[in-house]
């Protein structure tokens, strides 16, 4: 856990060598979203157990994805310079631990703090996953092994709610983190023996801590803004000082980098167009995807069905998701790019959420339109992604890869806000707030298709560079 190894011989040799690291990846990025979507299932036992109330215990949450978003680009830049396979490791371990402190806590305080502890392991993950898929297969194959991991996200995210409600109710809320324990620990040996040494690595140097600080304050007070709006219960001036605090943050970390001497986001990479409107696409398809998890619930409870029955029909949403991402590589044509991809998914999905906004708001039609939009985004999805990483240095995968996931993150808390205040603001006419939510949805998702529409040509694809690397002579695949 201290220096990358080599896989032994037989598996570093073994034709489907790539695709074991894919599944070792899959693993992680599958309880990642199983354990962001199962956490809001246990406020009540929170409430009762520690007598809290929800403005206390919502917290759990809050802090975990605050603290995740906050250090996704630096754990990236971390992974480049040290290894790739090494922090993704470690930051398994680091996952692990904390997930057994979560569920040994003696008070809310401390199950706080071991979130964040759980949110560092959780970024020194998110930062590698796509990077390590990306560099563990052929070029070509990028955009299928990107689709796998995309659909255990989507499987993640949709066993998330129903394991969880098994698990508290059979054994207590403490289970809910205890249960990682295992297969953090069988996700780290199957690492060890599966996963490449990293090919290429960025120059080493000191380590940009302006901008990680910058980089963390921005995305922190932009999310705690996004998150007071939706619900918070902060009083507006607290709101809008944050939004102030943020675009400050923002724009000290431009030009900050700018004149670094060891950026921690190279602009001459990040700031081209192809990477730039790929970051804008992650941000938009998260919003949309994430926008009906809060929406679907909300509407179908309060037209009198039951949460089972409401997680039923938005189980339609993960599934299309996860159907899309693994089927596209064998159903589309061959010769369609990344961007036909990105622009056909992002397609569908503005129609499915436009078919919804006037479509009955009953369980038939809403599960049509939620699996119409989740296929449109796992199509939309991994093609985003294998386009911003092909024009990335492999050396700068992690980073960008951090990146991603950051936007992800941003996209994800932009929908939950989105939807909430659509809600909140046409409390006295639901149906309004709900065709006023879709049709938001519906406008991200055209925004997504515009990104994939711009054109493809990055600085960051000069000579010296190719799809997925660099020119010359790599490092060692172990």
Request: glycine share 12%; hydrophobic share 60%.
């Amino acid at each position: 856990m201290l220096s990358e190894r080599a896989r032994p011989a037989r598996v570093r040799k073994h034709r489907h060598a790539p695709w074991f690291a894919v599944a070792a990846v899959c693993v992680g990025a599958f309880m990642g979203q199983l354990d962001a979507s199962v956490v809001t299932l246990i406020f009540p036992s929170l409430q009762r157990g520690f007598h809290a109330p929800l403005a206390a215990v919502q917290w759990v949450a809050l802090a975990y994805l605050l603290t995740v978003i906050a250090l996704l680009a630096g754990a990236g830049r971390l992974a480049d310079v040290a290894g790739r396979k090494l922090v993704y490791l470690q930051g398994f371990a680091v996952f692990t631990a904390a997930s057994a402190a979560c569920g040994f806590a003696s008070s809310l305080p401390v199950l706080v703090g071991s979130r964040v502890a759980q949110a560092v392991g959780a970024a020194m993950l998110q930062a590698n996953s796509v990077a390590l898929v990306v560099t563990s297969v052929p070029p070509r194959r990028a955009r299928a092994a990107l689709g796998a991991q995309a659909a255990a996200q989507s499987l993640g995210l949709a066993v998330g709610p129903l394991a969880g409600g098994l698990v508290v109710g059979l054994a207590g809320w403490r289970w809910v983190f205890w249960i990682n324990v295992p297969v953090g620990l069988a996700a780290i040996v199957a690492g060890r023996y599966l996963l490449p040494r990293t090919r290429a690595r960025v120059r080493g140097g000191a380590f940009d801590v302006i901008g990680l600080v910058l980089l963390a304050g921005a995305a922190t007070v932009l999310l705690l803004a996004v998150s007071a709006v939706s619900g918070l219960g902060w009083p507006s001036w607290v709101i809008a000082v944050l939004l102030a605090a943020g675009a400050a943050s923002a724009l000290g970390l431009w030009r900050w980098e700018r004149r670094a001497a060891v950026p921690l986001i190279d602009a001459a990479v990040v700031g081209g167009g192809a990477v730039a409107a790929g970051l804008a696409g992650a941000l938009c398809g998260y919003l949309v995807l994430f926008g009906p998890l809060v929406l679907v619930p909300q509407v179908l409870v309060a037209a009198g069905l039951s949460e089972s029955h409401a997680g039923a029909v938005l189980s339609a949403l993960p599934a299309g998701f996860a159907v899309a991402a693994l089927t596209a590589d064998h159903l589309l044509p061959r010769r369609w790019g990344n961007r036909p991809r990105c622009l056909a998914g992002a397609l569908i999905a503005a129609t499915a959420a436009g078919a919804a906004t006037i479509a009955p708001v009953t369980p038939g039609p809403l599960a049509a339109c939620l699996g119409l939009l989740g296929a449109g985004l796992g199509l939309f999805v991994p093609a985003n992604n294998a386009a911003v990483m092909a024009v990335v240095p492999a050396r700068m995968s992690a980073t960008v890869g951090g990146l991603i996931n950051m936007a992800r993150g941003m996209g994800t808390a932009l929908g939950i806000a989105a939807v909430t205040l659509a809600l909140f603001t046409t409390a006295r006419s639901p149906t309004t707030g709900t065709r006023i939510a879709l049709a938001g949805l519906g406008f991200a998702a055209l925004v997504a298709a515009l990104t994939a529409a711009l054109p493809p040509r990055s600085r960051a694809s000069q000579p010296g560079t190719v799809a997925g690397g660099e020119r010359g002579r790599p490092g060692p695949l172990a």
